[in-house]
């Protein structure tokens, strides 16, 4: 897609975000909780990782429309969501890490925003990192405002939804030919990671019969993503395979990281009830 067509394509959405914005009763015309403000800074976390996997699968010219399409939906989102957590009322800590994420976006949305080559993913590699790591610092800080068991458990399910984006992306780095042996490490790290917060989640005692359920179809849905995962082992890959059990993943763990935050609410509502 030639660039000003990627531009006009961009503004639209962007004139979509607005409009939305603009409507009574949208998320964004309402203040935030502080189980709804980590579960939203932990979804940057994930579109960290999104958005370089989609100009990754663009790059390799996979539904390359859906692909560009999904791109910038995934930054219009970053942005949206990164202006409702700044006007949340917060501390100096969660303020300070919100400083360093908006003084790292423009460099990066400058990039992913850009012409869509190797050379352009070579650059994200580490403003990536960069991104994803003081996303993850406004994530704690926020945890600590709670001092609650449940806003752990709002945050680690969120991480899960990063993680799911990260693998693939890390995958696709290798099958773009932009793979090392860091690469290959990270994405053990990250499936080790994974499969040991998964393993945290299902058993705590906090959960409810229907975060039980859903839990349970994100192991079986793991095994299919790590099954997938391993197909690089053989030398061939299969970025859509991957992508798509990743995205029934994310589905599932999105579902679970709502259903913590409400349970945190309730924890809370029923904590002020008591008194």
Not at 42 to 51: A, N, P, S, W
Not at 54 to 75: H, S, T, V
């Amino acid at each position: 897609m030639p660039q000003h067509l990627a531009t006009t394509w961009r503004v639209w959405i962007v004139t979509i975000v607005a409009l939305s914005a603009m409507c009574p009763g949208t998320a964004q015309a309402e203040t935030l909780s502080l189980s709804q403000a980590i579960n939203k800074a932990g979804r940057q976390r994930m579109l960290t990782q999104r958005i370089v996997k989609y100009y990754c699968l663009a790059g390799l010219d996979i539904d390359m429309r859906n692909a560009r399409a999904k791109l910038y939906e995934a930054i219009e989102l970053f942005e949206a969501q990164f202006a409702e957590i700044k006007v949340f009322s917060s501390n100096e800590a969660v303020n300070t890490a919100l400083a360093e994420v908006e003084t790292l976006w423009p460099r990066f949305d400058a990039v992913a925003s850009g012409p869509i080559d190797q050379e352009g993913a070579r650059r994200l590699m580490p403003l990536n990192e960069e991104l994803l790591k003081a996303a993850d610092r406004v994530v704690l800080a926020l945890e600590a405002l709670s001092q609650r068991p449940y806003a752990r458990l709002v945050n680690i399910s969120g991480r899960q939804r990063m993680l799911s984006q990260r693998m693939v992306k890390l995958y696709l780095f290798q099958a773009w030919g932009l793979g090392s042996a860091a690469v290959l490490d990270q994405i053990d790290r990250s499936r080790n990671e994974f499969q040991g917060a998964l393993t945290e989640l299902r058993t705590s005692p906090e959960n409810t019969p229907i975060i039980d359920r859903e839990l349970v179809a994100a192991s079986e849905q793991w095994q299919w993503l790590k099954s997938a995962l391993d197909l690089r082992q053989t030398g061939a890959y299969f970025p859509s395979i991957v992508d798509d059990a990743a995205e029934k993943t994310l589905t599932i763990m999105e579902r679970v990281t709502h259903h913590y935050a409400r349970l945190f609410e309730q924890r809370v509502a029923d904590a002020r009830g008591s008194y």
